[in-house]
C-alpha cells in the first residue's frame, strides 16, 4: 500500500453529472481479499498504483446531479481516498441520518 499527498482542486468539472465527496468512513471487507489477487473470477482484481475501491459514507461537497445537494450524507462505491469524484451517481444512496445512530453504522449493518 503506498500513501501519497498532492495538492488538488476541490471542484467538480463544468456540467459534470457526479458528485465531489469528502469520505468520512470507508469498509474493510472480506471480499477485498479476492481482489488482491489475480485468480478470483468473480470479481475484478485491485490496480496497482489506484485507489482500492469499497464502500464509503460521504459528505456531498458539490453536485451536479439534482437528487443529491451539498451537505447531503451519502453511502455507495468509494475510492479509499479523501475525496472522490464521481461521474456517476448510481449505486450512490442518500442517507436520511438521525443522530441516535452513528454514520460508520452505513458501511455495514444498514448499507442495504
Known amino acids: 500500500m503506498t500513501i501519497t499527498s498532492s495538492t488538488l482542486k476541490l471542484k467538480l468539472p463544468q456540467s459534470s453529472k457526479g458528485v465531489l465527496l469528502k469520505n468520512l468512513y470507508l469498509s ?47 453511502w455507495g462505491m468509494t475510492g479509499w481516498e479523501e475525496y472522490t469524484i464521481l461521474n456517476s451517481t448510481q449505486g450512490l444512496f442518500k442517507i436520511q441520518h438521525t443522530t441516535d445512530i452513528p454514520l460508520s453504522y452505513y458501511t455495514g449493518i444498514l448499507e442495504t
Open 28 to 74: 474493510c471487507d472480506p471480499y477485498m481479499r479476492g481482489r488482491m489477487s489475480q485468480r478470483e473470477p468473480y470479481v475484478d482484481s485491485f490496480n496497482p498504483g489506484s485507489p482500492i475501491t469499497g464502500y464509503g459514507v460521504c459528505k456531498v461537497l458539490e453536485s451536479g446531479d439534482p437528487n443529491f445537494n451539498e451537505g447531503d450524507f451519502v
